[in-house]
């Protein structure tokens, strides 16, 4: 039986009620909440993925079991000139609420006085650290673009910092949701891939994102932290393994000097130990000087190479290839991937655009509503104890992570120095992180606790 009726609002309250007209008259009760986000940076990173999300759930609001219908609404922004923001607020016009734009000198500041709920951090990598305490510290919970921090310093800190103020701390991996990536751990977890021996990752991206989109921040920065660490989280979460040992070399002169700090590529060596002993190798091979008119536009391919088996993927070999004159490669990609982030006509010719660069972001919004709206007060330590045992976005899990890139970090520092193929190694009689150089008796600790 169809049932017909109104949608009405009890009183002032935020009580959605169903008023049912049919046969049974009834009434279905509804509880609408309210989240307020704040945004730090609008770069590409804002543009393609959480524009997207903001637009969306501005337009349909989310549903959650347990909580209700939850309205997710843009509060703030916080950017260096203010100019992308000026932009953008002239081409959301309809398809957002009200928002604040803050500028420097004093713009995180300001944005987390404000009423956020919580705060997202998509600025260069060097600046998350500063942002992310700011928000915490303020009580806000903090959704953090890879790589969350530098240093494994930092992220106690910033752990510290929620732990303290009853807050979530979570950082984007968007790649531990690609569906291959979600297959291929679907198949180790279930044991059909069986004791990972080694493998190997590729991330190639055209010269154009170094020199344009990066130019200002790019000056003393590698593009293995920048990409690296999606395929460093993907092996850590997939594969469940103890890091032993980071190696790292690279190469400059495109982008930067080639006796300066700012690197062209970076080819990276993760060494980890299997509970009975055995060894696992991964190397990581990064570069954002690939030609521009390169068809694949960005080259990503990993291997995996198991007792049993062997896992094979490749982002143009998986997907769609299309060229269009005048157009393809520079201005629209020859490889589109569809999966990470995709405009669609829908088959009920209503516009879209969704993947799983989007999902993730709405992934952690409803951990929020959980933790704030998912029952009684009195239950709210539960639920974001449960929130953060979330191994896959939780900042507390990402400590192989951050060790890897600390240590990528700090060997290339050396190398540009003038003290090449230095070793970092984890866990051993001196300490967390310790990195040893060729020829130099004492080593450097890092990071003194345990990683």
Same mark, same amino acid.
């Given at each position: ?23 049974? =008259? ?10 307020? /986000?704040?945004?730090? #940076? ?9 524009? *997207? ?9 989310? %549903? ?21 923001? $000026? ?32 705060? +997202? ?9 500063? /942002? ?57 977890? $279930? #044991? ?29 920065? !590698? ?12 092996? $850590? ?23 300066? *700090? ?14 009975? #002993? ?12 690939? *030609? $521009? ?10 291997? %995996? ?16 290839? +299309? ?13 589109? !991937? !569809? ?12 516009? =879209? ?67 090449? !193929? ?9 300490? #967390? ?9 004492? *080593? ?8």
């Amino acid at each position: 039986m169809l049932l017909w009726g109104r949608w009405q609002w009890v009183g002032g309250s935020d009580i959605l009620v169903f008023m049912n007209k049919g046969p049974t =008259s009834r009434a279905a009760t509804v509880e609408i909440h309210r989240l307020r /986000a704040g945004m730090v #940076g609008m770069g590409m990173i804002f543009d393609e993925t959480y524009r *997207p999300f903001f637009e969306g759930v501005f337009a349909q609001p989310l %549903f959650e079991p347990g909580v209700g219908v939850c309205e997710v609404a843009l509060a703030a922004v916080a950017t260096r000139t203010g100019q992308r923001a $000026d932009v953008y607020r002239q081409s959301s016009a309809g398809r957002l609420g009200a928002w604040q734009s803050f500028r420097e000198p004093g713009a995180i500041e300001k944005l987390v006085a404000g009423d956020a709920d919580f705060v +997202c951090v998509a600025s260069p990598d060097d600046r998350h650290f500063a /942002a992310a305490r700011a928000a915490l510290a303020a009580g806000k919970h903090v959704l953090i673009e890879k790589p969350s921090v530098l240093s494994l310093a930092e992220l106690d800190e910033l752990d510290r910092l929620a732990r303290a103020q009853g807050v979530l701390a979570k950082v984007v991996y968007h790649k531990l949701l690609d569906p291959d990536h979600k297959k291929l751990r679907t198949l180790v977890a $279930d #044991g059909e891939l069986a004791h990972i021996n080694n493998g190997y990752c590729t991330l190639l991206e055209p010269k154009s994102i170094a020199l344009g989109q990066f130019a200002q921040w790019i000056a003393g920065r !590698n593009p293995g932290t920048y990409v690296a660490v999606h395929y460093i989280k993907l092996i $850590d979460f997939t594969f469940g393994l103890r890091l032993k040992s980071v190696q790292c070399t690279g190469q400059r002169g495109i982008v930067g000097a080639a006796d300066g *700090p700012t690197w062209d590529s970076t080819q990276l060596r993760m060494i980890y130990a299997h509970e009975d #002993g055995r060894e696992a190798s991964f190397d990581i091979h990064t570069s954002w000087v690939t *030609p $521009d008119n390169f068809p694949g536009y960005v080259e990503q391919e990993v291997q %995996f190479r198991f007792d049993n088996g062997v896992w094979n993927g490749h982002s143009r070999k998986r997907g769609v290839e +299309c060229t269009v004159e005048g157009r393809t490669p520079l201005e629209r990609k020859i490889t589109i !991937n !569809n999966h990470y982030n995709g405009t669609f006509l829908e088959p009920w010719n209503a516009r =879209s655009q969704r993947g799983y660069g989007i999902e993730v972001l709405e992934r952690f919004v409803r951990e929020v509503a959980q933790v704030e709206f998912g029952g009684p007060s009195a239950e709210r330590d539960a639920r974001l104890t449960k929130a953060r045992s979330l191994t896959y976005n939780d900042l507390a899990a990402d400590r192989q992570t951050v060790a890897t890139v600390q240590a990528m970090e700090a060997i290339l520092a050396r190398h540009a120095a003038g003290q090449p !193929n230095c070793v970092v190694q984890v866990n051993d009689q001196h300490g #967390g992180l310790v990195l040893y150089v060729p020829g130099v008796a004492e *080593p450097e600790v890092l990071y003194e606790l345990r990683v």
